[in-house]
């Protein structure tokens, strides 16, 4: 089965910079593409971006938008996501999921996810 694995997130003081990776593994379809969503507790998870899986047509949430920078490293099957500037509203656990739906931004229409990691921004 399908295994995604997020790394990199922490503890980061408002402004700075985190680049979380998702390292993909056990494929055995070519996905359409790959997502990060983050979630607060006692809120639903909400998309952040989206890289298709073939390359380009990068899709950014809006607050999120000239901040974070969503990248494939076809080399080691991994997602990343650059996140700049942080503020403190980006605190959540972020997860990384695929889908073979073109366009979605739905957490429900992604079928894979992995386990998240926490990220923290303080003021």
């Known amino acids: 089965q399908v295994q995604l694995v997020e790394s990199g997130g922490g503890l980061v003081q408002a402004g700075a910079s985190l680049t979380l990776s998702c390292a993909i593994s056990?494929?055995?379809?070519?996905?359409?593409?790959i997502a990060w969503f983050r979630q607060v507790p006692g809120n639903e998870r909400e998309f952040v971006a989206r890289?298709?899986?073939?390359?380009?047509?990068?899709y950014y949430e809006d607050s999120v938008r000239g901040r974070f920078i969503i990248s494939r490293d076809h080399f080691k099957s991994t997602v990343n996501l650059q996140m700049n500037s942080l503020k403190p509203e980006d605190t959540a656990v972020y997860f990384c999921?695929?889908?073979?739906?073109?366009?979605?931004?739905?957490?429900?229409?992604?079928?894979?996810w992995g386990q998240g990691t926490q990220v923290t921004v303080s003021s």
């Open positions: 056990r494929l055995t379809f070519t996905p359409y593409a």
């Open positions: 999921a695929t889908t073979q739906r073109p366009w979605e931004t739905s957490a429900d229409k992604y079928d894979y």
């Open positions: 890289y298709r899986w073939s390359g380009g047509l990068e």
